[in-house]
């Protein structure tokens, strides 16, 4: 079988995404977890991907995503850059790999950049993680914030629910931002915030990249996760994503046409499979 090339990219880079910023051209970023998507996606002209720890919910099925390990981002991290040399790569920080220290944060921030080939880190918390973006900022990992519903704190934000409704609320994320921004983060992703406060945060930002998910317009860039753009994760369908195709249903399609097939000995054809020359044939008959 023919192999496809991957198509020459030019590597997506933190100035290659500044660059775009300054035209007003709006960034693309993804999630991805495996090596055929990223290839996709690479293909795509995607700028940025995130391997998120939504994983656990979208690969690996957990209820949340508080039961991914550093060992589980590292594997499919690796996996995702395999397949996309040349998308600007952040890895996600799963549960309690930065929460408990500073160092725990630096160590396990580096483990993104020298195992998986990672372009950034993301992480999640405002002001009090701002101390954990200052550490791995220092030790030269660039450094994604994380505001607004932040899955990690599902428990203590009550659900899967549009944070910053009141005023009071809304102000502790512009604050939460600015504290991410002075503490170095080159960029910040608001999850699900009302529109306006996303366009209050761009317009406040001071050489810090916003991007929104289900947050509006207004920013740098949007965000949307893959197994959402593409019917492909059965437990709910959040209102913030758009489905772009229905892969999930073609998916299931096809499975139903291969059980009906081999049930009906329909598959495989003669174009599935391998003959052996008469002369083999004969000649294996003797010998057995
Ligand atoms: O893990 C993830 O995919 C994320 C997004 C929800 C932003 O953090």
């Not at 850059?81 to 500073?102: E, I, T």
């Not at 499975?255 to 391998?274: C, D, G, I, M, R």
């Amino acid at each position: 079988m023919a192999e496809t090339q991957i198509q020459p990219r030019k590597k997506v880079n933190l100035p290659t995404l500044f660059k775009k910023v300054q035209e007003g051209k709006p960034i693309t970023w993804l999630t991805c977890y495996d090596y055929p998507t990223a290839y996709l996606q690479e293909q795509a002209g995607v700028d940025m991907i995130l391997v998120g720890d939504s994983l656990g919910m979208t690969m690996l099925g957990y209820e949340s995503t508080l039961p991914v390990t550093m060992d589980d981002m590292i594997r499919h991290t690796q996996a995702v850059r395999r397949g996309a040399p040349n998308v600007f790569l952040v890895g996600d920080m799963p549960y309690m790999s930065y929460q408990p220290s500073v160092e725990t944060a630096i160590r396990n921030a580096g483990r993104f950049m020298a195992e998986a080939s990672c372009d950034a880190i993301k992480l999640e918390g405002g002001v009090e993680m701002a101390d954990r973006i200052a550490g791995i900022v220092r030790a030269g990992i660039p450094a994604i914030g994380h505001l607004g519903l932040t899955p990690q704190s599902v428990s203590a934000l009550g659900g899967y629910r549009l944070q910053g409704k009141s005023a009071l609320q809304a102000k502790k994320i512009a604050d939460d931002a600015k504290a991410l921004e002075q503490a170095g983060a080159f960029a910040i992703l608001l999850e699900m915030v009302p529109d306006r406060l996303c366009q209050l945060i761009t317009q406040r930002a001071d050489g810090c990249i916003i991007m929104s998910l289900g947050s509006g317009p207004h920013a740098h860039g949007q965000l949307l996760i893959y197994h959402d753009m593409f019917g492909l994760f059965p437990r709910f369908k959040p209102r913030m994503a758009k489905v772009f195709g229905e892969a999930g249903k073609v998916i299931l399609e096809g499975l139903q046409a291969y059980v009906k097939e081999v049930s009906e000995s329909t598959f495989p054809a003669p174009e599935n499979w391998f003959g052996m020359p008469d002369e083999a044939y004969e000649e294996l008959l003797k010998l057995l």
